[in-house]
């Protein structure tokens, strides 16, 4: 692990009539240009329209965008793009492409951070701060996830060759100072479209408060929260495949309610009664028969409520939530007991413990007493509303009363009644929604872990395990076509490296690189072309940097042949050389020694996910899976089932 410190040594000295640009519309057409080629000529288009900022360290380059997120009041953002030389990186190796299945791709040359930091002054006192990670460690990507969102509101990264890595993003809801997540995905969207990016992947462990974005999400919708910008299952974990990922969906979302509401009766009786209540706020309660409508329903109502309570709501509300252990009648009385009290006084705002007092002469339960106390806050009882707010100066916690006809009126119908009881703050809303999360789905109890429920334990954990998503920028859109001209002509090429150490003809890649446009004289030799090929792409990857174009694969020629003469335009081309023999041994983000993977979960490769290696037959497999805690420290001398079941079934040495 290492950690990339940036100082910035003139950031503090900007130009004047630098120039600035729209958040919401940077990289859209023309905004700063029109980006027509490949990824490495929009990323140089892109660049010339930065800030060069000074930087301490002589092989790092960077730029800044300052990005205006309103005109008035005037919000500023600078975003930042730090271009990092791979050769000369401490972590040559990506993590991430390692965690979502992109190990076998050749390691690039250049990798550019995309960086929104979160505080502006960090950036003057400390500089740029963000960790790169060797693909060796086990939960890199996580390490570096975690620590890059503590620093940026969003940290990209996308290597030379149009591949890239959303590492993280950390927003504001509801856009407050800063961009709220969804303006920054938008934000990260236009920059990969307007740069041609091949593929993007992350690594989707987005929280909703203290719940897991992609399961909540997952149930209400049948898919992440990303899949709105187009990322979709990208890499099984755990050995969870994309059909059994999507049926674990599908069976959460379809749980009826009605069986649910019996199930919990008995368990968890607050349970029935906030599927109850939101199925009374419905204006259709019909509607809302599965777990997947009503969760849908209750993230689409937290965007129609208030943050806090504007109004006044029904005091029997109070007995709906998931606290409350004593009977309607009992919380009517001590209601009532607390508005004599209130109406009774001298003055206008009572303190807490003075209206306590008087109602204790009548209610000898406390718990009760406190439990109302605590709750009643703008709610309706009879014909008052029930006011509380902390006095500014003695922060004494204070009640009072207030005609409810001065400030609501009359409803015009029941079915307004039923709304206006329960009338809910965003709040309230997330704590409901949080009560039902985590005793339905994550701290399930003997109601769920029995009978035909048991199987939503198992579902759970199968949505969770999935947790790498890919978006294919270059999905729809009409590949490029080799051009023919009368002065040049663009083709389609990829390589081949063969294998020097004489392994019966086989080949170093697994996978040919991803197809480059080459563009060279419509004159030009065999030869030409093998020497542009060779020059483009030790130009894009670092671990084909001694490459050497020997043939065009299906072309048996001399190198002064014309192009025009042998080539059919339209179809691909492959050209084969060889490296280096000392530079054999790192040519891919993987390495060149693939672990062998044999999980008790049916995995058969790597998966990001932490592991461990047995000492006897040197196989990998999830120290999760091996009963190895994620606090735990993997023991010095592991076996598997396998080799010990062999050592323990030895037949016993005769001394």
């Known amino acids: ?129 963000f960790e790169i990670h060797d693909s060796s460690s086990g939960r890199a990507a996580m390490a570096s996830k975690a620590v890059s969102s503590r620093r940026n509101l969003m940290h990209g990264v996308i290597h030379s060759n149009g591949l890239g890595h959303l590492i993280s993003i950390s927003g504001f809801e509801g856009g407050s100072y800063f961009a709220s997540g969804h303006q920054i995905l938008d934000l990260w969207d236009r920059i990969c479209s307007a740069l041609r990016v091949r593929k993007v992947s992350l690594i989707d462990t987005a929280m909703k408060g203290s719940m897991e974005l992609r399961l909540i999400h997952g149930i209400a919708y049948g898919e992440t929260w990303f899949r709105r910008w187009g990322y979709k299952f990208g890499h099984e974990s755990y050995g969870v495949t994309q059909q059994m990922y999507q049926q674990s ?8 309610l009605c069986l649910l509401i019996p199930h919990f009766a ?153 709304r206006v009881r329960f009338q809910l703050t965003r709040v309230q809303l997330m704590r409901d929604l949080l009560h039902l999360y985590k005793h339905i789905l994550k701290e399930p109890g003997p109601a769920i872990t029995t009978g035909v429920f048991g199987a939503i334990p198992v579902a759970v954990r199968m949505v969770l395990d999935i947790k790498h998503f890919v978006k294919d920028y270059q999905d729809g859109l009409q590949p490029k076509k080799d051009v023919g001209g009368h002065e040049r002509i663009e083709l389609n090429c990829t390589v081949r490296v063969r294998d020097e150490e004489g392994n019966g003809g086989k080949y170093i890649l697994k996978e040919l690189p991803p197809n480059e446009s080459i563009t060279i004289p419509s004159h030009a030799t065999i030869g030409d072309l093998k020497r542009e090929v060779e020059r483009h792409f030790r130009e894009i990857y670092w671990g084909l940097k001694s490459f050497a174009a020997e043939l065009v694969v299906g072309i048996e020629s001399k190198d002064s042949v014309s192009v025009r003469s042998l080539v059919e335009l339209g179809t691909g081309i492959v050209v084969e050389g060889k490296l280096d023999e000392k530079d054999g041994q790192e040519i891919c983000e993987g390495g060149s020694n693939a672990l062998v993977v044999e999980c008790l979960c049916g995995a058969r490769e790597e998966d990001g996910e932490r592991m461990v290696c047995c000492d006897i037959c040197e196989v990998w497999q999830h120290t999760r899976c091996a009963r190895i805690a994620n606090d735990d420290d993997v023991p010095r001398v592991f076996l598997c089932g396998r080799c010990e079941s062999d050592i323990v079934s030895f037949p016993p040495m005769n001394c």
């Not at 130009?15 to 980006?35: A, I, L, M, N, Q």
């Not at 969906?249 to 009826?256: G, H, N, R």
């Not at 009643?376 to 500014?392: A, E, F, S, W």
């Open 1 to 129: 692990m290492a950690k990339m410190l940036i100082n910035l040594g003139g950031s503090r000295k900007r130009k004047r009539g630098e120039r600035v640009f729209r958040f919401e519309c940077f990289c859209e057409p023309g905004h700063p240009s029109h980006f027509n080629g490949s990824f490495q000529e929009n990323i140089r288009t892109l660049l010339r329209f930065g800030h060069s900022e000074v930087v301490a360290q002589g092989d790092v380059n960077c730029w800044s965008f300052q990005l205006e997120l309103s005109h008035h009041p005037p919000t500023l953002v600078r975003m930042f793009v730090v271009e990092e030389d791979v050769g000369k990186s401490p972590c040559r190796r990506c993590h991430c492409c390692r965690a979502v299945g992109w190990g076998c791709h050749i390691i690039s040359n250049k990798r550019f951070h995309f960086l929104l930091p979160k505080n502006e002054s960090t950036i003057e006192s400390e500089g740029l701060c």
């Open 249 to 256: 969906l599908e069976a959460l979302q379809s749980l009826p």
């Open 266 to 418: 008995c368990f968890h009786h607050e349970i029935p009664m906030l599927i109850a209540k939101y199925q009374a706020i419905s204006s259709n309660p019909t509607a809302l028969v599965t777990l997947g409508e009503l969760f849908r329903f209750m993230i689409e109502l937290k965007s129609r409520l208030p943050l806090n309570s504007l109004t006044a709501m029904d005091y029997q509300g109070i007995v709906t939530e998931t606290t409350c252990r004593w009977s309607t009648k009992r919380v009517e009385m001590a209601a009532q007991v607390i508005v004599e009290a209130l109406k009774k006084s001298q003055v206008r705002w009572v303190t807490r413990q003075e209206v306590r007092d008087a109602a204790r002469a009548y209610i000898g339960d406390t718990g009760l007493l406190d439990y109302v106390l605590k709750s009643l806050g703008n709610h309706v009882v009879g014909n008052y509303i029930v006011r509380r707010m902390v006095n500014p100066v003695t922060k004494v916690l204070e009640y009072c009363l207030e005609d409810s006809s001065n400030v609501m009126p009359p409803p015009r119908s029941n079915h307004e009644k039923i």
